[in-house]
């Protein structure tokens, strides 16, 4: 049953109103959201930057103050040559020192020019590239003075860069760099970066939690002797940084599926209404009908009590009009109320029914002979084509002859102009045991193929123009359905509009029974 035009716009606003507003506040809210992520990222990338050039300043710093403390053994030859005393004697005090350094190195004041002098906490250090055989060598070393306080040239080692970092990265990790404010200091602290320190060939040289190679990590190099030495950062997985990332990925999830939220919801509130709307259409269309249906028949039986009463007939045939017209009306009394009984105890599942052998030719015969007044009474010609014998059904025998008389009712109420009524029955050899099919014709108003299917519904009347001034609950057709499915059987619809229509019921017939083909319809139907 479908809800009034109005309902249907009003739900539809009510939908896009919500909808609507909902998935363009959500579509915003991930835009946004997205818009902020970015910003975060390109922020964060350049922090991870500025944090991996600070802390590889920090790291070159203290590897030069280092080198400095490696090469403070130069004391003895600082006294050699303040004391005047020749290249030789001066390199036999470094010599003395050497230690991890490859060789001990004088270098006259003439050629200090060619190198670069680095100073390391106020202290020169000097430190050049070597050439020829040590080219991958570096002079370290410190100046070193005359008596008269003229320098006279610089003393120091060559040293190989790999080896004194194997050797005194540790000590520099462990001991120097915490006290580095570059290291610690800043806007934030840098003590649970991850840090790397590479070799040339980009091999692991020490590290302290490995950054590894992901996006947010940047190598800065190393300069000085540790040329061609690189550091690698990268922020924490617990790092601030790296927490809003994921908490903007989550933050768009998050809002993505507030919008399916509200958009479901929407959708699902909106049935939900529909569904609550033909309900109480239902409800209120039932409650109407079936009123009128319980009014026509008292407004009748009491007219005809009170004629009675009162002796207003002329003849006795009057009376025994109104006689018959009292009984009629109580069997459709009787009918409607079965149907709305039975209908209640199928849906509440409390149906039993009273199977036993059931000859269906008994049954249609006292239906139709009890149905037979009120088709008279309309003017129909009523055909009765049965064959002589019929297997035996099992079936509940008030049931079946319920279904007939539904049908039978429906005939007489859907037929306009011509008002013929047909009910035969016929065996069928359709497997098994066979079945057994009674069939009640009309030529009435006929239902269109479209409506076919849903006219077994419960509550389903078809309300277009031809049949809107007759009454109904609703309940007939779907409660023959659900009979005969409880007892394996079905209905079925030949129906065309304007032409009318024929309701058959196919019973099984019962396994065992005799089967008897005397009428022609049942050889038709055989054959
Ligand atoms: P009711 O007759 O009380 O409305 P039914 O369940 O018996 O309820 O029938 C459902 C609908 O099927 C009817 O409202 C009517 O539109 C249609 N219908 C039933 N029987 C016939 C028939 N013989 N000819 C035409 N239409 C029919």
């Not at 109103?17 to 363009?24: I, K, N, T, Y």
């Not at 569904?275 to 009128?292: G, T």
């Not at 026509?296 to 009675?308: D, K």
């Not at 006689?323 to 209640?344: H, P």
């Amino acid at each position: 049953m479908a809800i009034s035009r109005f309902s249907r716009r009003v739900l539809g606003i009510i939908g896009l109103g919500v909808a609507l507003p909902g998935a363009l506040l959500a579509g915003l809210g991930v835009y946004l959201t997205v818009r902020i992520s970015d910003a975060i990222h390109a922020q964060s990338q350049r922090y991870n930057l500025y944090i991996a050039q600070q802390v590889a300043e920090a790291y070159e710093q203290e590897l030069l103050a280092e080198l400095q403390r490696a090469v403070g053994g130069t004391s003895g030859a600082e006294s050699a040559s303040r004391n005047g005393l020749d290249r030789g004697e001066i390199l036999r005090a470094l010599r003395a020192n050497t230690g991890d350094f490859v060789a001990p190195e004088f270098l006259p004041y003439e050629a200090l020019s060619d190198y670069e002098l680095l100073m390391v906490e106020h202290t020169p250090l000097i430190y050049a590239r070597g050439s020829g055989p040590v080219s991958s060598q570096w002079f370290t070393g410190l100046l070193l003075r005359g008596p008269d306080g003229t320098v006279r040239g610089a003393g120091g080692w060559w040293i190989e860069p790999g080896r004194f970092l194997t050797t005194h990265l540790r000590p520099v990790f462990e001991e120097r760099l915490p006290g580095n404010e570059r290291m610690y200091g800043g806007i934030e602290s840098t003590r649970g970066l991850n840090i790397r320190i590479a070799g040339p060939q980009r091999e692991l040289i020490l590290y302290g939690r490995d950054p590894g190679y992901g996006k947010t990590a940047y190598t800065e190099p190393l300069g000085g002797p540790f040329t061609g030495y690189s550091v690698r950062v990268a922020a924490n997985s617990n790092s601030a940084v790296v927490w809003a990332g994921r908490f903007v990925t989550l933050l768009v999830v998050f809002i993505a599926l507030m919008g399916l939220v509200v958009i479901g919801a929407t959708i699902f509130g909106l049935r939900y209404t529909v569904r609550q709307l033909e309900l109480a259409q239902i409800k209120s269309s039932f409650v109407s009908n079936v009123s009128h249906e319980l009014k026509t028949p008292i407004a009748l039986i009491r007219l005809a009590v009170e004629t009675l009463e009162m002796r207003r007939f002329s003849s006795p045939e009057d009376s025994e009009k109104f006689l018959r017209s009292i009984s009629r009306e109580t069997m459709r009394l009787n009918q409607l109320v079965d149907n709305i009984l039975d209908f209640a105890r199928l849906e509440a599942g409390r149906k039993v029914f009273q199977f036993a052998s059931v000859n269906m030719l008994d049954i249609v015969r006292d239906a139709v002979e009890s149905f037979r007044p009120r088709l008279d009474d309309q003017g129909f010609k009523l055909e009765v084509d049965l064959p002589a014998v019929l297997p035996p059904v099992r079936g509940d025998a008030a049931a079946l002859s319920q279904c007939v008389l539904n049908l039978l009712d429906n005939a007489m109420k859907y037929s306009k102009a011509r008002r013929e009524v047909r009910v035969s029955a016929e065996f069928r050899l359709n497997g098994g045991a066979g079945a057994v099919a009674v069939a009640v014709r009309d030529r009435g108003i006929g239902i269109s193929p479209r409506d076919q299917k849903s006219i077994f519904e419960k509550f389903v009347r078809i309300e277009t123009g031809l049949v809107h001034d007759v009454k109904g609950a609703g309940l007939g057709l779907s409660l023959v359905d659900q009979i005969m499915r409880a007892h394996g059987g079905r209905i079925e619809l030949r129906s065309a509009l304007g032409e009318g229509s024929t309701f058959t019921l196919v019973l099984p017939a019962m396994q065992g029974a005799e089967v008897v083909r005397t009428e022609p319809s049942v050889e038709q139907a055989a054959s």
